[in-house]
């Protein structure tokens, strides 16, 4: 089993930053992606960025320029760095881990952390 544990939300002006960190434990060996998905009101969750064992990334266009992912494999950890942010960027952020358990696929979700942005 995994478990996942963000920390980070909270409330910043538009063009500010925020930094959330998702950290990992359990079965951390067995996790091939962690991401970071959102979920704006009246919205379906949506990919924001992710990052593969091997550190590569994929992010959702509007993110582009703007946000990081990053992971720090001795504290188990993934960041999300924001900057620039905008009342778009307004959602519950939720971490995601992804992997394989004696050859079955899993996924953990995270208990979400509010990002609000005012403008």
């Known amino acids: 089993q995994v478990q996942l544990v963000e920390s980070g939300g909270g409330l910043v002006q538009a063009g500010g930053s925020l930094r959330l960190s998702c950290a990992a434990s359990?079965?951390?060996?067995?996790?091939?992606?962690m991401g970071w998905y959102r979920q704006a009101p009246g919205k379906t969750r949506e990919l924001v960025a992710r990052?593969?064992?091997?550190?590569?990334?994929n992010y959702t266009d509007s993110v582009k320029g703007r946000f990081t992912i990053s992971r720090d494999n001795a504290k188990n950890t993934v960041y999300l760095q924001m900057n620039s942010l905008k009342p778009e960027d307004i959602a519950v952020y939720y971490c995601n881990a992804r992997g394989m358990v004696g050859g079955v696929l899993y996924e953990r979700w995270g208990q979400g952390t509010q990002v609000t942005v005012s403008s």
């Open positions: 990052i593969s064992s091997g550190g590569s990334t």
């Open positions: 359990g079965s951390i060996f067995s996790i091939n992606v």
